[in-house]
Structures are given as C-alpha cells and as structure tokens.
C-alpha cells in the first residue's frame, strides 16, 4: 500500500516536472523567437534608415551639383556680363576717338562756309560758293542788287560748269605769300582745277579777287574755277610751307 502511494506520488512528481520543463521550453522558444523577431524589426529600421539616409545624402548631393552648377551659370553669366560691357565701353570709347578724329579733321577744314582758317600765318575763310554753267546777271541772283546789270553772259565749255568761290584772306604775321598758281581744287576723281582767267566776274558787276601774289593786308572777293559738269567732293587747298590748307566745299 505505502509502495502504491510512493509510485503515485512520484509519477505526480515527474508528471509536473515535465509540464514544468515543456513550459519552460516553450517560454524560452518564445524569447527566442521574440527577440529574432526584435533583432529582424532593428535590421528592418536599420536598413529604413540607411535607405532614408541614403536617399537624403543623394538628394543632399544632387541638390549641391544643381547649386553649384547654378553658381558655375551665374559667374558665366557674370563674365559674360563684364565681357559685354568691356567690348562695348571698348566699342564705345573707340567710336568716341573716331568722332573726336572726325570733328578735329572738321575743324582743320574748315567746312563750313564762313569759318575762320587759320593756318600759316593766314586767316582764310570761305564765304560763299556759286556752281552754274551759264552766268548771266549772276550779281541779281546773289544779291548785289546796287550794281547795274549787263547784257554780259559767260558760258562755261562743253560737259563743262563754272565753280565761284568767294574768299577774304587776310596776312596775320605769316613769312610766305599766296601765289594763285598753288591754290588747287580738286574732286572726288582726284581731277585738278587751277584758278581760270576769271576778270569776267567784274563784267557781271561782282567783285574780283585780285589776281596778283598776295603778300600783306586783307583781301576779298570772288575766284573762279572751270570743272568737270559732274564733279563732286569738291576740296579747295594750297600747301604753305608751314602747313597745308584745306577746305570741303
């Protein structure tokens, strides 16, 4: 009987004992897997992480190219910019220099009729310049209305026209004298006119420059000139020694 009771309450024993064990395993099948389960939800976020990092840096990245390609734009831009502007202050101060040229050029030659020349010691102006090829009563026309008219007319040749050109020329210290024979005309064709016989211009009742060398005092009044009916560019000009003259007409 106590033998029977012995078994029974060693089979209880070992009974509880292997629930106990069974438990226990289980348990520590469950840590188990809980803590795989936490070591795989940790990779998970971790590689979450580094993919989020990952894809920050490359948008940090791509976002530092894109701005300093902007910055490599915007200092082209600039130095094309400062480029520009340098060609076109060069361009500028170039046309400047070419327009000063122009306007010194101007005033040595005095283009405009009325202007003082000064050049060798002379003062020269050119006061007014008739172009026909038939003059008749050319005193009336220019307004020499107090002088009597003739019957007098002068016709310049043939493919030929008469070129008037009334001066004041005055001596102001100069050593050289005006001899008619240097004072040339010439045209756009490079084609040369002398002073013409030219005393007619008293018949039409103007006033003749005098036909002798100069060389003092203050002298007035009309040359002419015979030149090609087409000419054009016409220069008036005489080479002092000192210096030359010039005059576009």
């Given at each position: 009987?106590?033998?029977?009771?012995?078994?029974q309450?060693?089979?209880?024993?070992?009974?509880?004992?292997?629930?106990?064990?069974c438990g226990?395993?289980?348990?520590?099948k469950?840590?188990?897997?809980?803590?795989?389960?936490?070591?795989a939800?940790?990779?998970?976020?971790?590689e979450?992480?580094?993919?989020t990092?990952?894809e920050?840096?490359s948008?940090d990245?791509?976002?530092?190219?894109?701005?300093?390609?902007?910055s490599a734009?915007?200092d082209?831009t600039v130095?094309?910019?400062?480029?520009?502007?340098?060609?076109s202050?060069?361009?500028?101060?170039?046309e400047?220099?070419?327009s000063?040229?122009?306007?010194?050029?101007q005033?040595?030659n005095s283009?405009?009729?009325?202007?003082v020349?000064s050049?060798?010691?002379w003062n020269?102006?050119?006061?007014d310049?008739?172009?026909?090829?038939?003059?008749?009563?050319?005193?009336v026309e220019?307004?020499?209305?107090?002088?009597?008219?003739?019957?007098?007319k002068?016709e310049?040749?043939?493919?030929?026209?008469?070129c008037?050109?009334k001066l004041?020329?005055e001596?102001?210290?100069?050593?050289?004298?005006?001899?008619?024979?240097?004072?040339?005309?010439?045209?756009?064709e490079?084609n040369?006119?002398?002073?013409?016989d030219?005393?007619f211009i008293?018949?039409?009742?103007?006033?003749?420059?005098?036909?002798?060398?100069l060389?003092?005092?203050?002298?007035e009044?009309?040359?002419a000139?015979?030149?090609?009916?087409?000419?054009?560019?016409l220069e008036?000009?005489?080479?002092f020694?000192?210096?030359?003259?010039?005059?576009?007409?």
């Open positions: 009987m106590k033998k029977k009771v012995l078994l309450v060693m089979g209880a024993v070992l009974v509880a004992g292997l629930m106990a064990g226990g395993t289980n348990d520590t469950k840590e188990e897997n809980t803590k795989t389960e936490a070591a939800d940790k990779a998970d976020a971790k979450e992480t580094d993919s990092e990952a920050d840096t948008e990245s791509a976002s530092t190219d894109s701005a300093e390609e902007d734009e915007a082209d130095a094309e910019a400062e480029s520009t502007g340098e060609d202050a060069d361009s500028d101060s170039t400047a220099a070419g000063s040229a122009g306007t010194a050029a005033t040595a283009d405009a009729y009325g202007e020349v050049v060798a010691g020269i102006i050119v006061e310049v008739e172009i026909n090829s038939s003059l008749e009563n050319v005193s220019l307004g020499y209305t107090g002088v009597e008219t003739s019957d007098y002068k310049a040749d043939a493919g030929k026209t008469f008037m050109i004041k020329i001596k102001d210290g100069s050593k050289e004298t005006l001899d008619w024979a240097n004072l040339k005309l010439t045209d756009s490079g040369e006119y002398s002073r013409m030219d005393e008293s018949e039409l009742g103007m006033t003749r420059m005098a036909g002798t060398t060389n003092f005092g203050s002298n009044g009309w040359i000139f015979e030149i090609d009916e087409n000419a054009e560019g008036l000009s005489y080479p020694e000192a210096e030359e003259y010039h005059c576009a007409l």
